[in-house]
């Protein structure tokens, strides 16, 4: 089970970390990403990261803005997501999958989601 938090609302310009906490005791199994969604629109790529942090993987909007992190001692991924913009608006979603990739049908595990809007 994974449990994504740490969105909210922020001007644009601004920092937000997410959080997504795995349940259960193989973590380290998996490659974790994060996806976003906004109103209308289908389920995008964000960042991805491998098992043991030897890869990242960001999508070319969000490059060299956000910055995917894994603590597998703590269950735990991350998304630092600095100098937003409006278009980052969306919902926030954790996904794992024993595959290592960026596209959303390697991931058979998905959080809950959470929202993040930046205001302009």
């Known amino acids: 089970q994974l449990q994504a938090s740490g969105g909210g609302l922020v001007q644009a310009g601004g920092s937000l970390r997410l959080s997504c906490a795995a349940s259960?005791?193989?973590?380290?199994?998996?490659?974790m990403a994060w996806f976003r969604q906004a109103p209308g629109k289908e389920r995008e790529f964000v960042a991805a990261?491998?098992?043991?942090?030897?890869?990242?993987d960001y999508a070319d909007s969000v490059n060299g803005r956000f910055t995917i992190s894994r603590d597998n001692a703590k269950n735990t991924v991350y998304l630092q997501m600095n100098s937003l913009k409006p278009d980052d608006t969306a919902v926030y979603y954790c996904?794992?999958?024993?595959?290592?990739?960026?596209?959303?049908?390697?991931?058979?595990?998905w959080g809950q989601g959470t929202q993040v809007t930046v205001s302009s």
């Open positions: 996904a794992a999958a024993l595959s290592y990739g960026t596209e959303v049908f390697l991931y058979g595990y």
């Open positions: 259960g005791r193989t973590f380290s199994r998996y490659h």
């Open positions: 990261i491998g098992r043991l942090a030897a890869s990242t």
